[in-house]
């Protein structure tokens, strides 16, 4: 039998920064995370090793609304999928956090607004080192500095911006999680940032930024190679008391006076489905029947420009974006969503990625398409229904029926990004959406609010129905918004650190 005063279960956005956020306690912490370090090897910045071999991607599969096998796109391992992630850091818009009407839906108001998380989106800034520049895009709110200067953009990106700016768009720079780039041991500014974990230790993740410093602390012990199967309560079932973790080959029991569960939006309510028992026979926390529904993720379309004849010779592009539709469109009322350029792709990665129909091309015409594209992603706001949503099996296998919807202002979206990219001369365009198993930026499987009967969490992310638990990561989200929902777990992770601080410790 184990003992510590606080157990947080996982280690990505949420769990990271809680750990980190909460190390000077003094608090004995316990860190769960179900895989281990990724090394620092040549295959981190291998496109064939990353896209084709899948090596960094877990193997666990995962079923869809018609029992078929897939495998997820996640990753398992001390950061989580933030290892892997571009470090696109927004704050959601001041507008995010209330009610908004969208061509298909409502997208719900939050349980807290902008300026309850705006000094914590700064905190949140500052830890992960988010360069940017304020002031260029209109759906900013008013805010102080960024902490660090934004990424130049290389020659061929600032050309498009001028371009940009003369068809009176307002393009800005991305915010980016980079640490030390130019310095000694710092960015290299390469092609290999999104969806590759960094073998230079030089992106703004949570192993690096948060996990490392605080395991470094006597107080905290990080478990790897260690996952939480089963969360126990007391005979009320109103407090959490221990959770059995799979470790060395067999169950251990570790208890804990506070649980904060950060697996991420799809696990999270899957340990808590999986955790039922007399007193919550339809799972953990789960009196209001939502655990494991409203699930989001962003509608995304990547889309490839080329004008046949000149080299792109930028080598890291990912600094742009367009943000002049997120809040409505050049013919509609509705909001749109974002645009943003994308890293470099490799010619591997696009013939893995490749649609059935162009799986024989030769590898040499990808390479010949990847040296000159600009890269784009379209990303539109997924409205939260009760029909999308995660369940498990008798097995404890994870099914999740997902159906995109508020499709139409996103095919708008990507009509115009077309016109947009023919305007600057970029004639050749290919689109491919990430579709119906999308489990990236995954969100809204316990939704947070001011009433139990229609939410899972409330405002601080502790559970309506059990006194010491938190869920601590994208699954609070009662709406997705149009962008990366990163800075904001780490904004509320930090929040509801403060507040444990106060009320729990």
Known sequence: MHHFDIIIIGSGAGGGTMVHALAGTGARILLIERGDFIPQEEENWNAEAVWKHL??????????????????????CV??????????LYRLRREDFQAME???????AWPIDYTDLEPYYERAERLYQVRGLHGLDPTEPARRPYPFEPVPHGDEMGTIVEQLRHMGLHPSPLPLGLLRPGEANGCILCDTCNSFACKLHAKSEADVVCVRP?????NVTLWTNACARRLHTD?????????????????????????????GAINS????????????????????????????AHLATMVSSFDGVRKNTTVFQ???????????????????????SQGRTAGVTLKSAAPWYAKDLPLKWYEWWAGGAVDWLVMSEDLPHTGNGITVDSQGRIHLQYRPNNLRPHRMLVTETKRILRKLGLWLIVKHSLGAKNTTHQCGTLCFGSDSRTSVLDQYCRTHDVDNLFVVDGSFFPSSGAVNPGLTI?????????HIKETDL
């Not at 969208?102 to 719900?108: A, I, K, L």
């Not at 221990?242 to 950060?262: C, H, K």
């Open 269 to 296: 309510a899957a340990l808590l489905l999986r955790s039922h028992c007399d007193r919550h026979p339809a799972g953990l926390a789960n009196s209001s029947g939502l655990i494991g529904k409203r699930y989001m």
């Open 79 to 88: 950061g989580g999928n933030t290892k892997f992630w571009g470090s696109v």
């Open 318 to 340: 990912k600094t742009v974006a367009i943000n002049d539709f997120y809040l409505r469109g050049p013919e509609t009322r509705y909001p749109l969503g974002q645009i943003q």
């Open 490 to 498: 780490v904004a509320q992770a930090l929040r509801v650190a403060d």
């Open 102 to 108: 969208h061509m298909d839906g409502m997208s719900p």
């Open 235 to 263: 005979p009320s079932g109103k407090r959490v008391v221990a959770a059995d973790v799979e470790r060395n080959g067999e169950i251990q029991r570790v208890e804990a006076p506070l649980f904060v569960v950060s697996c």
């Open 55 to 76: 090596r960094y991607q877990t193997n666990e599969q995962w079923f869809d609304e018609r029992g078929r096998a897939f495998r997820p796109y996640t990753h398992y």
């Open 214 to 218: 605080a395991t470094a602390r006597d």
